[in-house]
RNA sequence: GGCCCGAUAGUCUAUCGGUUAGGACGUAAGAUUUUCAUUCUUGAAAGGGGGGUUCGACUCCCCCUCGGGCUACCA
């Protein structure tokens, strides 16, 4: 694929809250994209909506990133020539843009209230605000110059609508959906900017930020391809279609289950993060979890998301972001929507636990065991990790897995008891108390010499004293090698435990 | 309802007219193991239906069906 100038693509999310997994992924696919092509990524926030403004939501968009690691070439929080980045900061600038579609007749201004618009709606059943229906409405097309003057005068509130001929044929080249046509007469005369706050909407912003900041290919969710025709109108408007940006429309992330789109309740509800980061709605007080405090991982994340949607065009899977960037192609997107698979992103994040090294894991393990009031040196936490990681798939998940090598168990699972706690079971044990007690070298080697020579020397079942041994050590079933637990325990704490398993469970 | 987009296993997908339709997640069985996991091996599992085009269609075209999106002074 060829492609002259500079490459030049953004994110543009509104602030209405946190950022949605979908929107990661189009932000993934914006970066790949413009890392691939040695082009710009820039970070524009579409706060044109005044009413739906969260607190905090851009705040959480800008953290979000930095943790993913996508970062931003040019925008809100970085700079650059092209700014202000904030459209709530470029007033101006639109109003400018909306009396030039005004002055070339491409534009014209409606005076009918929220109000007169519904209850038309209500009548009609079909009812849109288009070229057969405008001169039945009050604007300056249908009323009289000087009533339309009058109005403005008095303080009237009004819109700027977008004057769409009817019954033209508009062509949208998609890069991943090949040519759709549309007819103009299915389109209604979108609202570019109303009068109550001037402010435009998000149609005319859009297409005047875009042109101003010199995008060269819009890459966004599937959900503005019925759009995107009018997007063309006012390029063409606007006298800009010569440098119109490529337009790609991303299949969109649905439900695991169910139908509809993935939304931001379906995660909790099935058990799985929509969000990057954990956010509490400052509006309805709810909670929503994220994936960085559910002990995900940025990078099988970003390699998951990269995957819901395009593909590499083989077999590989597990790619780095830097393996990403020269194979990322849209022309490998799918055209169909994808039902987020959450299973394999939690497969992903195992993988990349297994890549971190033991070191790394600690690092973010030790704040959780000092929560739980545990003081202990880095070293033994490494060892600790080296042998659980292989069998987590979330960094969450090691504190109820881990916890038996820094906290004796409290109480002995029922069933593992009834199962492996036998007859003989506390005299075997003592026995090993006074086999681990001789021990010098408290080592795995030093203890599975000593222990096993035991075993065989009796002529017990290893089933039998190794389960046993077990449960008193860990409480339940599970758990790595035994000796390597009791090596990280110690002979003293592994004596304890034992002692105290023989005196409960007899 | 109208308009637009889409359609390969349960899920994510490869194939761009000729393949025993490939991979991964999940799932089933087996192996390993002192337990539980991990790991390894093996298995089951797919071209929505109907018409064309063609020597030959999963692949190209049409219809139906189904899925999805949009249809605000939201983005």
């Keep these: ?253 649905l439900k695991p289950e169910g139908s509809g789109k993935l939304s931001k309740r379906d995660g909790d509800r099935l058990g799985f993060p929509v969000f990057p980061l954990e956010w509490h709605d400052p509006k309805t007080g709810e909670s929503y979890s994220g994936y960085r405090e559910a002990g995900y991982l940025p990078e099988a994340i970003l390699n998951f998301l990269a995957l819901q949607g395009w593909n590499p065009g083989n077999d590989q899977e597990l790619l780095s972001m830097d393996e990403l960037v020269p194979l990322f192609d849209l022309s490998h997107c799918s055209k169909s929507g994808a039902k987020y698979d959450y299973k394999k992103c939690l497969w992903f994040n195992h993988q990349y636990i297994q890549q971190k090294s033991d070191e790394d894991i600690a690092e973010c393990f030790m704040p959780v065991l000092m929560a739980h009031a545990i003081n202990v040196p880095l070293k033994k936490v490494v060892t600790v990790i080296g042998m659980m990681k292989g069998r987590i798939n979330l960094l969450n998940e090691l504190w109820e897995n881990c916890k038996f090598f820094f906290v004796p168990p409290t109480d002995y699972d029922k069933k593992t008891v009834k199962k492996r706690w036998k007859e003989d079971s506390s005299v075997r044990m003592t026995e090993l108390m006074s086999v681990l007690l001789g021990i010098d070298n408290f080592s795995i080697e030093g203890q599975d010499a000593a222990v096993m020579g035991w075993i065989e020397k009796m002529g017990y079942q290893t089933g039998d004293i190794m389960n046993a041994f077990r449960l008193a050590i860990v409480g339940e079933g599970k758990g790595p090698h035994m000796f390597d637990i009791t090596s990280v325990l110690g002979k003293e704490e592994t004596l304890r435990r034992l002692e105290r398993a023989v005196e409960i469970l007899k």
């Design 1 to 253: 694929m060829m492609f002259e100038g500079n490459i030049r693509v953004r994110f543009a999310p509104s602030p209405t809250g946190p950022l949605h997994i979908g929107g990661v992924r189009t932000a993934l696919y914006n970066y790949l994209f413009a890392r691939k092509y040695g082009g710009k990524l820039l970070l524009r926030i579409e706060d044109t909506d005044t009413h739906r403004f969260v607190q905090g939501a851009e705040e959480y968009i800008v953290e979000s990133f930095k943790w993913l690691g996508i970062n931003f070439d040019e925008g809100v929080n970085v700079g650059g020539d092209k700014g202000p980045y904030h459209q709530s900061e470029r007033k101006e600038i639109y109003k400018k843009y909306v009396r030039l579609l005004l002055g070339k007749g491409k534009a014209y201004i409606a005076f009918d209230t929220p109000e007169e618009l519904s209850e038309k709606r209500k009548k009609f059943a079909n009812f849109q605000y288009d070229a057969s229906t405008r001169e039945c409405m009050r604007n300056s097309l249908s009323l009289p110059k000087e009533e339309a003057e009058a109005l403005i005068a008095g303080g009237q509130q009004y819109v700027v609508r977008f004057k769409i001929e009817p019954n033209v044929e508009i062509h949208v080249h998609d890069m991943i959906r090949g040519e759709v046509t549309v007819n103009s007469s299915v389109l209604d005369d979108k609202v570019l900017y109303k009068s109550s706050d001037q402010l435009p909407t998000y149609h005319l912003a859009n297409i005047v930020d875009d042109h101003l900041m010199e995008i060269s290919h819009v890459i966004r969710g599937e959900e503005w391809l019925p759009s995107a025709p009018l997007h063309v109108l006012l390029y063409q408007a606007f006298g800009w279609e010569d440098s119109m940006p490529v337009f790609a429309h991303l299949p969109l992330l």
